[in-house]
């Protein structure tokens, strides 16, 4: 039988979250990424679908509740390069898949998306990514990228990409954007269209997580933040605290 996603109740598409101090910050993920998955789900609709993968899956902060939402019968692939500032991230996805006894359903591996390891041609139903193509930061990279994409799906098959957008949620905050750009989706939407998709969309996903200065720079210390850097925003962060951007969420069909 192919899955199909049950049609449950619209959630609002936008949330300001707050985490204050350090003990509301891995709620406030939670939260965040409980809300993401719900927009993913509400993007891949009514298709009918087998095999999902989900590149660049990291420890599974999206891949969590994204599966909660799937039919029990979908079978998902969720591969990352694992390395440098990332490294062990997949084992702790594993991990996290063995306590909620979901091992069955998800095949965690290790692989650099531009050249997926032991994935066929044209058996992959839908592909997904959250914050990815911003870590595929040169055009080379992420041409790769899509043709390994193409490659796996299926004609007819689905992509949906998620990622902070180029805009700040708050204008004193165009420094984060500044220092970690992103794809736009017009220049997502003339690559993909020149790797052969259509049916090209963009969608918003205008939840945002508030953070106190303790998380704040917790936050940027896991994007590779400098302590000069830190130094630097010491007062801006300490008096604002930081945003996350919105998210676009690009969806195109092979
Ligand atoms: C910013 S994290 C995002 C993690 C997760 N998807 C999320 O939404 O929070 C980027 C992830 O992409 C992975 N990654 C970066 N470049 C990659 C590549 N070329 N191939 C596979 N994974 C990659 C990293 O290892 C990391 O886990």
Redesign the pocket.
Known sequence: MRGQLEKGLPEPSEEKIFASRPSELSKAWTRY?DR?AAHFAERIGRRRFNVIL??????G???MPLLRRLPRNVKLFA??????P?AG??KELSQKLQTARLENRVQPIK????RIRGIEDECVDIVV????L???PLHS?LEK?LTEFYRILRPGGFMIH?EWSSSPAVEPQAFLIKHWPSWTPDQLFSIMRKKGFHEFQVTYFGSTIHFGYENAVEVLQTWGATETFLKHHDKMLRREGIELPYEHIVQCEK
């Open positions: 990424y993401l989900e590149a660049g899956c990291g420890k902060q999206l891949t591969i990352d390069s694992s390395k440098g990332y991230w997949l692989s650099d998306a531009r990514s959250n914050e990815l911003c870590d595929l990279q990228a998620g």
